[in-house]
């Protein structure tokens, strides 16, 4: 749609094309309005931009270039995203598959896999969908079920790859367990030797029980969403701050610089934790307040549960009796029941990512890491650690306990606060 209206009204488009570095800003250009309304009310122009998609496909220098000129522009914008959340990736979007698509047709035709119906070329799953996948569309292009074979036919034989994990919303659940099927036929996929699931996800909803959307009706991006929880989480840091200052303790954080470095982690965080949380496949209402809770499921609450262990390992390493590393003795002894669910609780950690390999639902971590919190603040009221007979068995216990929280943390991608 895009490509066809830049056609029109940018022939010279690499130069008179306002500049533009920003995603949000890019879709709010009045060309891209303009190139909308278009499409909606223009049947003529609706069937070339729908035609633009085979030039784009096919090569086409104008279309090429302006296609490109958009990616740049949405790249942009994902980079500064990526960067935030600590993510690297490997892009490979569907221009990526365009020259393998020609190629595995002809096999997947010469293999009568891929059968010709209603002008178009498909390969049936019946086992999944009383639909086809279109491998050509009628118009000779290429849509979206043809780059998917292609994507999961360099996955499995090009990059051998033994596992792959689609991660979309629910409603495409449908759509890739044909593609599964079509690659079964065609055996690129040989369970169990390999195998390919569909991580599909609910919706968020806000407090209406509608898709979250902002006040005006906008779709939330998620670069605000984080702004907002980094601002939310400065203000609990502050406060915090200042309640430690007022019952005459010792105030960590105190720099201003420091306080928003610990609330960019701790904003974070507490997104990614809420959203894990959930089963994944149910619809869940976003809460600011449930989200942010100190003493609730959250992992602001997690992080002070951890900050608690190393205030306790560093009151230790003072008083010579080891710090993180713990004790110089490595014995220990489990009698007060309260150490013992302790125990109990640390070795059903493998138990619990084995779960998770299994059945993809990330609450099975989170959920573990919750209750053991939770056994963790009962064995601090039940079993003091410093200064008691115990104290050397006890101090391996918080060690080994860290050690777990650190890795679950690790897992669900974000890093801990030494100090609250």
């Given at each position: ?88 990736i490997e892009e490979r979007g569907e221009s ?139 203000f609990e840091v502050r406060k915090k701050v ?179």
């Amino acid at each position: 749609m895009l490509i066809e209206y830049m056609k029109e009204a940018y022939p010279n488009f690499q130069k008179e094309l306002p500049d533009v570095h920003d995603l949000q800003e890019f879709y709010k250009a009045p060309f891209v309005k303009a190139s909308k309304k278009r499409f909606d009310e223009d049947p003529d122009f609706k069937s070339r931009a729908q035609r633009a998609v085979v030039d784009l496909q096919a090569g086409d220098d104008f279309a090429h270039s302006a296609w490109q000129k958009i990616c740049d522009v949405s790249r942009r914008s994902f980079e500064k995203i990526y960067q935030r959340l600590d993510i690297s990736i490997e892009e490979r979007g569907e221009s990526f598959y365009n020259a393998m698509i020609p190629p595995l047709v002809d096999e997947l035709k010469l293999r009568k896999i891929c059968q010709e119906s209603a002008g178009a070329m498909c390969i049936f799953t019946p086992s999944v969908s009383t639909y086809p996948l279109m491998v050509i569309k009628s118009d000779g292009g290429f849509g979206y079920d043809s780059t998917d074979l292609a994507a999961i036919y360099h996955r499995l034989l090009v990059m051998r790859a033994d596992w792959i994990v689609y991660v979309t919303d629910l409603g495409q659940e449908q759509h890739f367990h044909m593609i599964f099927d079509a690659a079964e036929q065609a055996g690129w996929h040989r369970p169990p030797l390999t195998r390919c699931d569909h991580m599909g996800f609910g919706v968020v909803q806000g407090e209406d029980k509608k898709r979250l959307k902002t006040r005006s009706g906008d779709t939330v991006k998620l670069s605000d969403l984080l702004d907002e929880a980094v601002q939310r989480a400065a203000f609990e840091v502050r406060k915090k701050v200042e309640e430690q200052q007022k019952e005459g303790g010792e105030a960590f954080l105190t720099d201003p610089k420091e306080q928003m470095e610990a609330a960019e982690r701790l904003g974070i965080a507490a997104v990614r934790y809420f959203d894990m949380k959930q089963n994944r496949t149910s619809n869940y209402v976003f809460n600011w307040d449930r989200m942010l809770d100190p003493k609730g499921n959250s992992a602001v609450f997690l992080f002070y549960a951890y900050a608690r262990i190393r205030s306790i390992q560093r009151k230790a390493e003072a008083s010579g009796a080891g710090g993180a590393g713990g004790p110089s003795s490595f014995h220990v002894e489990v009698i007060d029941p309260a150490e013992r669910d302790l125990a109990m609780k640390l070795v059903q950690f493998p138990d619990v990512i084995e779960t998770i390999l299994g059945d993809l639902h990330l609450h099975h971590l989170t959920d573990y890491l919750w209750e053991l919190c939770n056994i963790l603040t009962t064995f601090y009221v039940k079993c003091k650690v410093l200064g008691e007979e115990a104290q050397d068995s006890r101090l391996l216990l918080c060690e080994a306990t860290r050690k777990v929280m650190l890795k679950g943390f690790e897992l669900l991608g974000f890093v801990p606060l030494e100090k609250i």
